[in-house]
């Protein structure tokens, strides 16, 4: 079966633009996350998404990101305005259960350079 | 509070040595701890993963062990080889049981 498919790859913007990242899971799963992961950190979730309904946004900051899974498959994630701080890799998972004790399975992420 | 803690945060050894890498975690009530390996400019992948009904598993060269009392797990790889080289992440489950709280990761080098 085809992976999680990520886009853009790679991304450099400026300070206070922004940007957008789309992100396409498995066919048929149905739990979809979004991550931010930090040079040299783990990956820190952003948003879950349960089919078209947000399960957990609690460490999405909300006064620059936002995340839509309109029809329940593929999603986008966005940032406006960026800051320095944004730069990072952003991940997508789908897994095809709701719940942690499932695998996840990751895109190949967007590298977000903020300058 | 949500919170694991991975150490050490880089670890080299020498091909055919073994490496240990362990995570404790907050959350009494987790239930569930994977691991994920991650190679330069990859995605992460799952390679192992344990539930509380059990207190070891194994998989060929790679096996997780759980403490519940304590609160910590371990990943072991035997025989490493170079390939194994990379970054290696332990989750555990946050407060709501819904998201994964992952480790800071472990920088593994296999020298050969």
């Known amino acids: 079966e085809a992976g999680v498919a990520q886009s853009p790859r790679y991304k450099i913007i400026e300070k206070r633009q922004s940007v957008a990242f789309w992100c396409n899971p498995i066919s048929g799963h149905a739990t979809l996350y979004w991550y931010q992961q930090i040079l040299g950190q783990g990956p820190k979730l952003l948003i879950q998404f349960q089919n078209n309904g947000v399960v957990d946004d609690s460490q999405l900051p909300k006064d620059r990101f936002s995340a839509e899974r309109l029809k329940g498959v593929d999603s986008t994630l966005k940032i406006q305005p960026a800051k320095l701080e944004d730069s990072a890799v952003y991940l997508c998972?789908?897994?095809?259960?709701?719940?942690?004790?499932?695998?996840?399975?990751f895109g190949p992420g967007t590298r977000l350079t903020v300058l | 509070g949500e919170n694991v803690e991975q150490h050490p945060s880089t670890l080299s050894v020498q091909e055919g040595d073994s490496a240990v890498i362990k995570c404790t975690y907050s959350d009494s009530a987790s239930n569930y701890f994977p691991w994920y390996k991650q190679e330069l400019g990859k995605r992460p992948q799952l390679i192992i993963d344990?539930?509380?009904?059990?207190g070891e598993k194994k998989d060929q060269r790679i096996a997780v062990t759980l403490n519940k009392t304590a609160k910590h797990f371990s990943l072991h790889i035997t025989e490493t080889q170079p390939e194994d080289s990379a970054v290696y992440f332990c989750a555990a489950p946050g407060d709501s049981s819904y998201k994964l709280i992952f480790g800071s990761g472990t920088r593994l080098l296999v020298r050969p």
């Open positions: 344990i539930r509380s009904n059990v």
């Open positions: 998972a789908s897994s095809h259960k709701p719940g942690i004790n499932n695998e996840q399975f």
